[in-house]
């Protein structure tokens, strides 16, 4: 059975190629739900011009498809409100990379 705890640990290993960091830890993911039918995801990018935002949604798409049950649709919802901002990293990468 897929949990939200599943996702979000395969989704760890979607990394922003610019930061090199990766997209949980980031905070890039404000979201998962998982129905009979479905297993979406809500995300953002750092920012609306992120010029490897359709490489990371790719990434994102490939590993809840590896999830999915049968029947169930893989569904990446991308928004920009809240927008992205530093505060939602988590503090160890806040710490790693000097921002606290």
């Not at 059975?1 to 996702?7: A, F, G, H, L, P």
């Not at 949980?24 to 039918?37: D, N, R, T």
Request: proline share 8%; glycine share 8%.
């Amino acid at each position: 059975m897929v949990t939200e705890q599943r996702v979000r640990e395969a989704l760890s290993a979607v990394l922003d190629p610019e930061v090199g960091e990766n997209i949980i830890e980031l905070g890039l993911v404000y979201g998962v739900e998982i129905e009979p039918s479905r297993l979406a995801v809500t995300m953002t990018m750092t920012s609306p011009s992120c010029p490897m935002g359709d490489w990371i949604r790719g990434q994102v798409e490939q590993q809840l498809a590896g999830l999915c049950e049968p029947g169930q649709q893989a569904e990446v919802r991308l928004v920009w409100q809240p927008a992205w901002s530093p505060e939602l990293m988590s503090p160890a990468l806040r710490a790693r990379l000097g921002w606290q």
